[in-house]
């Protein structure tokens, strides 16, 4: 079953986006390249609604393992962001390389929307996966990023607001990301910088 006439407009200005027919609008560069990917090298539907693609128990915990002590350190980090957030209807996730998601804390007034979303651990959110969204959007780019609302690529994601970072080895290399995602109407501009402290103390 497809989604409603908001949608459609949604799907609507991305392709409208994509094609470079979009005026009166403003859409970041790395949104715009995002819903390109997911249109030409993913094929992905905006308007079809996607369940969450979730990795086999064993698999999540073999990913964990190979993250070794930096799991632990961000599990600190994430306890200390989740003080700051307290009562603010947020998710806090980490993902490895791959867009897996290897730990979540949540505020509990945001977890039925975390249920609906698909914020838990074993849970793929790479834009192949799930289109253009915080975390997997960062794992591209590999900068910080806010994916607000309708810079979603899926119209089953525009009412979610994600702020996610990098987070680099000593040699440089991307090894996850970490997120802090909403139901809210306003962008996080803050909450970007505070999630990029994390995870450069990371």
């Known amino acids: 079953m ?3 006439l908001e949608s459609r407009a ?3 200005l991305v392709h409208s986006a994509v094609r470079g027919f979009l005026t009166g609008h403003h859409i970041d560069e790395a949104v715009r390249c995002s819903w390109n990917r997911c249109l030409t090298s993913y094929a ?4 079809q609604p996607k369940k969450p693609t979730t990795v086999e128990a064993a698999d999540l915990r073999a990913r964990k393992e190979r993250l070794g002590s930096l799991l632990s350190i961000a599990r600190i980090e994430i306890a200390n962001l989740g003080r700051l957030m307290q009562h603010s209807h947020f998710g806090i996730m980490l993902t490895d390389w791959d867009g897996v998601i290897v730990s979540y804390a949540g505020d509990p007034g945001f977890s039925a929307t975390a249920r609906r979303s698909g ?4 849970v793929i959110w790479s834009e ?3 289109g253009t969204n915080g975390m997997g959007t960062c794992l591209v780019t590999q900068r910080p990023i806010v994916i607000h609302r309708r810079d979603h690529f899926l119209a089953q994601n525009t009412q979610l607001t994600c ?3 990098p987070i680099f080895d ?3 290399k991307l090894v996850a990301t970490l997120d802090i995602s909403g139901a809210t109407s306003r962008a996080q501009t803050h909450t970007l910088a505070l999630v990029d402290f994390a995870a450069q103390n990371i």
Do not use: K, Y
């Open 128 to 130: 192949r996966e799930l």
């Open 163 to 165: 702020s996610a970072a």
């Open 170 to 172: 000593m040699q440089g």
């Open 2 to 4: 497809r989604l409603g």
């Open 119 to 122: 914020f838990r651990e074993g």
């Open 10 to 12: 949604h799907a609507d």
């Open 44 to 47: 992905l539907d905006a308007l």
